[in-house]
């Protein structure tokens, strides 16, 4: 039996209002309603994870409504990974200590990679995820952003991964900003690249749009699991809002694997 690949919904929040948001290429909000609703949908469909990013906590230079944070720890059953302008060892034991299973870090881990060491030293690499938003430039190479996007950092995703992999992060969150909310399908070479170096696990997420991409993403991309938030906030390509997830039965037909709950 081939091994078990997560399928994690990726909720933008604005914790200041309890609310959740969808992007496209990190831009054009929609709001598309309450986080707590949408954690009780996903918890009661037996979902594997949740994946929950405060998109201005790093802008406003703070760090994820710890309160949100445990709240919806207190109602859902699911692993649940957090991200959003943590910056210090302190920041990271009080988002776990609030009920946060694993914390995602991006901006620091681009300007500081030393943290990554001392975060997993302190805390285990387990818990730490480090995402990567990359972009595809006009020559055809790819590069990091931080900073919702907005900040070029220079450095190669391939090569940031590794380093990464080597300062101790448990695993990798790869987001195509040119695919994000497009539900065109993941960035398979961008995937595939990260994926292929590393040993740790890889997340992809941005551009899920059909069953058939998390396939995609695991048979050509050779991502570990994979992650989505359009596919699973609205209804289809028109964008009326409904929150779902796939049935057990569906998923297992299109990746081959048994969906166990651990």
Known sequence: M????????????????????????????????????????????????????????????????????????????????????????????????????????????????????????????????VSIDARRNGNGSYQVYTRRGRQETGLDPVQHALRMQELGAGEILLNSIDRDGTWDGYDLELLRQVSDTVSIPVVACGGAGKLQDFADAVNIGHASAVSAGSFFLYHTRRRGILITFPTREELQNVLGTERVRV
């Not at 707590?36 to 405060?54: G, H, S």
């Not at 959003?84 to 870090?105: N, P």
Request: aromatic share 4%; with cysteine; net charge negative.
């Open 2 to 129: 081939r091994n078990i690949v997560r399928v994690i919904p990726c909720l933008l929040m604005r914790m200041r209002d309890w609310g959740i948001v969808k992007t496209i290429r990190f831009q054009d909000e929609t709001y598309i309603g309450c986080a707590i609703n949408a954690v009780r949908v996903f918890d009661a469909k037996d979902v594997d994870e949740l994946l929950l990013l405060d998109i201005d906590a790093t802008l406003d230079g703070r760090i994820p409504n710890l309160e949100i944070i445990a709240e919806i720890a207190d109602e859902s059953s699911m692993p649940i990974t957090v991200g959003g302008g943590i910056r210090t060892l302190e920041h990271v034991r009080e988002v776990l200590k609030s009920g946060a299973d694993k914390i995602v870090v991006n901006s620091i881990a681009a300007e500081d990679p030393d943290f990554i060491r001392q975060a997993a030293g302190r805390f285990g690499g387990q818990c730490i995820v």
